[in-house]
């Protein structure tokens, strides 16, 4: 059974109010060093607690963060090398009750999960991704150098947040995330895109197929989602112990990812006219979780897409077929 629109405001998967974060969760006793190269090699130690790597993180966002280079200077992202072949994409239909079961108490239906099946074979050539999704401060390049009127909706009243410059931008339109990777090629003189549907997949889970973008099951230390207990996004790559397999950070949680895919059913599979297709139609796929979302969406075949509405605030990274310089 569907979920309907009507239902939505008894699920706990659509709740917009989270508790109130922790203090000890986000502020430490001390940073966790002086220097940018110092602070960036905390923010990715997963040795130290959530708090240091975050206070690393936002010092960063103020003073600059030496892993994000600058759109202006002609240099393109941080990238992951993600081998090729032909790779197992999907879910198998028998392991859809168990893994809705696992989520029933945050409201996770079955529908949803069987947009996920079958599992089935697709071919992909060797591809790079970015280590990192595309932060606020290289938005922020892009609608200075375009002139986009359209700002983020997560940027309050519109304004930059220069005090996030190195957390993922999210409320933003898969036209928008086309048209930067658009923008960044003809910048850097290389071939920029979203990934597709099924790379996005294959990047996260890796060759031994993880149904998380770390091993085992879920972990709340992993990934920013509700249950990390921040509420807010997140400096890129300060979840360090959810790092996937080919070296992404954030591939599971603080926020949604668009791919370059809309939403098909898989071969051979339902077509699901869930909430999203009732609300929107045709909608593009976005993969990973989020802050706002459960950790449900962080499984690394889970298909879902940007429902209207402060709960779902989606980002993007960028990915290419050709080696980057």
């Not at 071939?191 to 770390?214: C, N, Q, S, T, V």
Request: aromatic share 10%.
């Amino acid at each position: 059974m569907t979920l309907k629109l009507e239902d939505l405001d008894t699920s706990p998967h659509f709740q917009q109010h989270t508790d109130l974060a922790d203090p000890g969760r986000v502020h430490p006793p001390q940073l966790p060093g002086t220097t940018p190269e110092e602070l960036a090699a905390a923010v990715e130690n997963p040795e130290l607690p959530a708090a240091d790597r975050l206070a690393a993180g936002t010092v960063l966002g103020l003073i600059g963060d030496p892993r994000i280079p600058s759109p202006a200077t002609g240099a393109g992202p941080a990238t992951s090398y993600v081998p090729g072949g032909t790779v197992r994409i999907g879910l198998p239909e028998h392991e859809a009750g168990y893994v809705t079961n696992a989520w029933a108490h945050v409201g996770v239906e079955e529908s949803w999960i069987l947009k996920e099946c079958p599992e089935h074979t697709v071919d992909l050539a060797d591809f790079w991704i970015a280590t990192y999704p595309v932060t606020n401060g290289e938005y922020r390049e892009f609608l200075a150098d375009t002139g986009l009127e359209e700002r983020p909706t997560t940027w309050y009243l519109g304004a930059y947040p220069w005090d996030r410059a190195n957390h993922p931008v999210a409320g933003i339109d898969p036209q928008h995330a086309d048209a930067y990777a658009a923008w960044l090629s003809g910048r850097t003189g290389h071939p920029w895109r979203l990934p597709a549907e099924a790379e996005w997949e294959h990047a996260a889970k890796g060759p031994d197929g993880l149904p998380y973008p770390w091993p085992g099951g879920f972990d709340p230390e992993a990934a920013n989602t509700r249950e990390s207990g921040v509420h807010t996004t997140t400096p890129v790559g300060a979840f360090p112990a959810g790092r996937s397999p080919y070296g992404a950070h954030d591939m599971g949680g603080n926020v949604e990812e668009f791919t370059a895919d809309d939403y098909t059913p898989y071969p051979d599979g339902p077509y699901v006219a869930d909430h999203l297709v009732e609300t929107m139609g045709t909608y593009r796929i976005a993969r990973g979780g989020s802050f706002s979302r459960f950790g449900d969406l962080t499984r690394t075949r889970r298909r879902h897409g940007a429902f209207p509405g402060p709960l779902y605030p989606v980002g993007f990274r960028l990915a290419t077929s050709e080696r980057p310089v």
